[in-house]
């Protein structure tokens, strides 16, 4: 059997001038950082070395929670040559959220930033775990410094296609949070797929250069840890790395890029800027929008104000990339390579999608029904929970997404909804369950739904809408402010409502859909 870590296929690709930039990047106190390819090969050689000195066993979680800096970015590299399975979390998650996570993958070591190791390493080492590292954004903590004590050298370890490399956590419909299994051979058929797909070049690209990406994105989901910096690196590209995301440095950037990712928000952001032009996007090549609908009206508007058409592309944690706009003509589809807005694309060379009924029967052209899809980008299940990784594949083994949506008489998929009680915000998703759960156990709280209404900046956001119990006297700004106590924010309804009843079908079940519609005017 031949070697498939990630780590090597990406390694592979470095360019031959290990001294060159790799990552350019503002350090916390503002002072410009360079990192070289040599740098990222011998920080994750120290990093792999540290973690192989720990003697974990085989298949270890790693669990990470830090702000993004490139160090966080080498420990996932690190992670992968060492052969562990590295677990991202949002560093929005509270202690409530942390420990659900902790308590279910059971990881070995985590890692957190400096200035919450407290009450992160109380909840790991009461739940199990050995090791409890540091990570500050300003490259401080016990890992750097631990890691310092390791070689620069390590061979990446021997992993198969099928071992695992990542469990991302994606919301559960139940309101708990399942972890999706993702194998080095996932990650690598995608990153590999899309490399071609979106005409990624080391030497080629305007004036010569190669690509550049400007990376602005969180580092704890799919599109910033997997699309946009297996992009780079397989590619051997440059990134401009961003902390934050802020649309005035971005925009100051994009003259030495080419390549920029982000959610729709970016997108609505950056328009706000008086100075985003052709001339500011003049060296762009490439700009790519996923993860939550990009509006048609947000697709038009930077069309005119830049010339360039955003390619828009879908996927998801359990499956990575899915289906992309075409960059260049596509032979699979009759030679079409019109970016469309509103639509997501084509499936993704490898990936199967089909658009069934309930009973799992494929709809003709053009009819709305439920996206299935297969591919060797297709996770491998739920953590620990293989009821519910079976329910959600069809006995032929298609991967139900719980979007809905259909295929048009040109190939074209579009997305025109979800079949799962999801809201995304921002590019996060939301689980209504969850917050519901939250708010149902405060005292005096008989029931509450939580729907997502349309906004102009986060594309949708929740409000909630709650009742009381008999007698009971609720403050909507006391639920609000007890769910910040205990969520991410993020997930925080952006209005609450109190009300004496909730619309209800004749089975007794909640109408959301309606609920959706009184509060649809409520921030446009
Ligand atoms: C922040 N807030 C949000 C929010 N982000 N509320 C709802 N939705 C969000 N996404 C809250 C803050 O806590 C704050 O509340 C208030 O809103 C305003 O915050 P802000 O300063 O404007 O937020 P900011 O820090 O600028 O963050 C906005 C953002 C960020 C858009 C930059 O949300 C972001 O990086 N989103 C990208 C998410 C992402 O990468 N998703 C990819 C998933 S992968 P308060 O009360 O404190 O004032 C995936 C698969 C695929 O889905 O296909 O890619
Ligand atoms: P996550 O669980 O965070 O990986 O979110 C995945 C979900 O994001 C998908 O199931 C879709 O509902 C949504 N999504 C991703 N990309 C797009 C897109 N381009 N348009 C619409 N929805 C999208």
Same mark, same amino acid.
């Given at each position: 059997?031949?070697?498939?870590?990630?780590?090597?296929?990406?390694?592979?690709?470095?360019?031959?001038?290990?001294?060159?930039?790799?990552?350019?990047?503002?350090?916390?106190?503002?002072?410009? &950082?360079?990192?070289?390819?040599?740098d990222l090969d011998r920080a994750s050689a120290r990093m792999a070395n540290l973690l192989a000195s720990l003697k974990l066993p085989?298949?270890?979680?790693?669990?990470?929670?830090?702000?993004?800096?490139?160090?966080?970015?080498?420990?996932?590299?690190?992670?992968?040559?060492?052969?562990y399975v590295f677990l991202p979390l949002n560093t929005a998650y509270q202690s409530a959220e942390i420990e659900y996570f902790i308590?279910?993958?059971?990881?070995?070591?985590?890692? =957190?930033?400096?200035?919450?190791?407290?009450?992160?390493?109380?909840?790991?080492?009461?739940?199990?775990?050995?090791?409890?590292?540091?990570?500050?954004?300003?490259?401080?903590?016990?890992?750097?410094?631990?890691?310092?004590?390791?070689?620069?050298?390590?061979?990446?370890?021997?992993?198969?296609?099928?071992?695992?490399?990542?469990?991302?956590?994606?919301?559960?419909?139940?309101?708990?949070?399942?972890?999706?299994?993702?194998?080095?051979?996932?990650?690598?058929?995608?990153?590999?797929?899309?490399?071609?797909?979106?005409?990624?070049?080391?030497?080629?690209?305007?004036?010569?250069?190669?690509?550049?990406?400007?990376?602005?994105?969180?580092?704890?989901?799919?599109?910033? &840890?997997?699309?946009?910096?297996?992009?780079?690196?397989? %590619?051997?590209?440059?990134?401009?790395?961003?902390?934050?995301?802020?649309? !005035?440095?971005?925009?100051?950037?994009?003259?030495?890029?080419?390549?920029?990712?982000?959610?729709?928000?970016?997108?609505?952001?950056?328009?706000?800027?008086?100075?985003?032009?052709?001339?500011?996007?003049?060296?762009?090549?490439?700009?790519?929008?996923?993860?939550?609908?990009?509006?048609?009206?947000?697709?038009?508007?930077?069309?005119?104000?830049?010339?360039?058409?955003?390619?828009?592309?879908?996927?998801?944690?359990?499956?990575?990339?899915?289906?992309?706009?075409?960059?260049?003509?596509?032979?699979?589809? %009759?030679?079409?390579?019109?970016?469309?807005?509103?639509?997501?694309?084509?499936?993704?060379?490898?990936?199967?999608?089909?658009?069934?009924?309930?009973?799992? !029967?494929?709809?003709?052209?053009?009819?709305?029904?439920?996206?299935?899809?297969?591919?060797?980008?297709?996770?491998?299940?739920?953590?620990?929970?293989?009821?519910?990784?079976?329910?959600?594949?069809?006995?032929?083994?298609?991967?139900?997404?719980?979007?809905?949506?259909?295929?048009?008489?040109?190939?074209?998929?579009?997305?025109?909804?979800?079949?799962?009680?999801?809201?995304?915000?921002?590019?996060?998703?939301?689980?209504?369950?969850?917050i519901e759960g939250y708010i149902n156990e405060m005292p005096g709280v008989a029931e509450s739904a939580l729907v997502g209404v349309?906004?102009?900046?986060?594309?949708?956001?929740?409000?909630?809408?709650?009742?009381?119990?008999?007698?009971?006297?609720?403050?909507?700004?006391?639920?609000?402010?007890?769910?910040?106590?205990?969520?991410?924010?993020?997930?925080?309804?952006?209005? =609450?409502?109190?009300?004496?009843?909730?619309?209800?079908?004749?089975?007794?079940?909640?109408?959301?859909?309606?609920?959706?519609?009184?509060?649809?005017?409520?921030?446009?």
């Amino acid at each position: 059997m031949s070697q498939h870590n990630l780590f090597s296929a990406l390694r592979a690709a470095f360019p031959a001038d290990l001294a060159s930039t790799a990552v350019e990047t503002t350090a916390p106190d503002g002072k410009p &950082l360079f990192y070289t390819w040599s740098d990222l090969d011998r920080a994750s050689a120290r990093m792999a070395n540290l973690l192989a000195s720990l003697k974990l066993p085989e298949g270890s979680r790693v669990a990470v929670q830090v702000e993004k800096s490139v160090e966080a970015m080498v420990l996932y590299l690190a992670t992968l040559r060492a052969g562990y399975v590295f677990l991202p979390l949002n560093t929005a998650y509270q202690s409530a959220e942390i420990e659900y996570f902790i308590g279910n993958a059971e990881p070995a070591v985590v890692v =957190c930033s400096p200035g919450n190791f407290g009450w992160v390493s109380k909840i790991a080492f009461t739940l199990g775990t050995q090791h409890v590292f540091t990570l500050g954004d300003d490259r401080t903590g016990s890992l750097l410094e631990r890691a310092a004590h390791h070689s620069d050298e390590h061979q990446a370890v021997f992993r198969s296609a099928d071992d695992l490399a990542a469990i991302l956590y994606t919301s559960g419909t139940t309101g708990r949070s399942k972890g999706a299994m993702l194998t080095h051979g996932n990650l690598l058929s995608n990153a590999q797929v899309l490399k071609d797909y979106w005409g990624w070049t080391a030497t080629g690209g305007p004036d010569g250069r190669g690509d550049v990406l400007i990376h602005a994105l969180p580092i704890f989901h799919v599109h910033g &840890l997997f699309v946009a910096i297996h992009g780079a690196l397989i %590619n051997g590209s440059k990134m401009i790395w961003f902390a934050k995301f802020d649309p !005035k440095a971005v925009l100051a950037a994009m003259p030495r890029a080419t390549v920029f990712m982000g959610v729709p928000t970016l997108y609505v952001r950056l328009l706000a800027e008086p100075g985003l032009n052709k001339e500011a996007t003049r060296n762009m090549r490439l700009f790519i929008a996923g993860s939550a609908p990009l509006l048609i009206e947000t697709f038009a508007e930077w069309q005119q104000r830049t010339g360039h058409t955003i390619l828009e592309r879908y996927g998801m944690s359990e499956t990575i990339m899915l289906t992309s706009n075409p960059y260049a003509a596509d032979a699979r589809h %009759n030679g079409q390579s019109e970016r469309r807005g509103a639509t997501v694309g084509f499936p993704l060379p490898d990936v199967g999608l089909r658009v069934v009924d309930d009973a799992n !029967k494929p709809l003709p052209v053009g009819e709305i029904g439920n996206i299935q899809v297969k591919g060797p980008n297709v996770f491998k299940g739920y953590w620990r929970m293989p009821e519910k990784t079976a329910e959600e594949f069809t006995q032929d083994g298609w991967f139900k997404t719980g979007d809905v949506g259909k295929v048009d008489d040109r190939d074209y998929v579009s997305i025109v909804g979800r079949s799962k009680d999801l809201i995304i915000s921002g590019g996060y998703n939301v689980y209504p369950a969850e917050i519901e759960g939250y708010i149902n156990e405060m005292p005096g709280v008989a029931e509450s739904a939580l729907v997502g209404v349309p906004h102009p900046d986060f594309g949708e956001v929740g409000v909630a809408v709650v009742i009381a119990k008999p007698g009971a006297q609720l403050n909507p700004d006391a639920i609000v402010a007890g769910l910040k106590s205990q969520l991410a924010n993020f997930k925080i309804p952006k209005k =609450c409502f109190v009300v004496p009843e909730l619309p209800r079908n004749a089975m007794g079940k909640v109408q959301k859909n309606l609920l959706r519609d009184q509060h649809k005017g409520l921030f446009v």
